[in-house]
């Protein structure tokens, strides 16, 4: 049956073979997940780094957006002033 404790230390590791729940998880390092699945808002606290691909499906900021390129499929619209600096001219392809 169901064992209820109170302050349980641990200097090893534990290995579960079952569910492991908790309200909040605590770690006092740096925690390594095999996946993660997040259902709902996620907050990083710090700079988010991607090693692989990474698709969007929209993109908002509520400042600036810089870019080093960037590749338009399909339609593009400007809803302000285009700002070019010239220094490599401007193509169009008929």
Same mark, same amino acid.
């Given at each position: 049956?169901? =064992? =209820?404790?109170? $302050?349980? $230390? @641990? !200097?090893?590791?534990?290995? @579960? *073979? /079952?569910? #492991?729940?908790?309200?909040? +998880?605590? !770690? *006092? /390092?740096?925690? !390594? +997940? @095999? *996946?993660?699945?997040? !259902?709902? @808002?996620? =907050? #990083? /606290? $710090?700079? +988010?780094? #991607?090693?692989?691909?990474t698709s969007l499906s929209t993109v908002s900021t509520s400042g600036a957006a810089t870019l080093s390129s960037a590749g338009v499929t399909n339609n593009l619209t400007v809803g302000g002033v285009t700002q070019l600096d010239g220094t490599n001219g401007l193509q169009f392809d008929a």
């Open positions: 049956g169901a =064992t =209820t404790t109170n $302050g349980i $230390g @641990n !200097t090893g590791n534990i290995t @579960n *073979s /079952g569910d #492991v729940n908790t309200a909040t +998880l605590q !770690t *006092s /390092g740096a925690a !390594t +997940l @095999n *996946s993660a699945g997040i !259902t709902n @808002n996620a =907050t #990083v /606290g $710090g700079t +988010l780094g #991607v090693t692989g691909n």
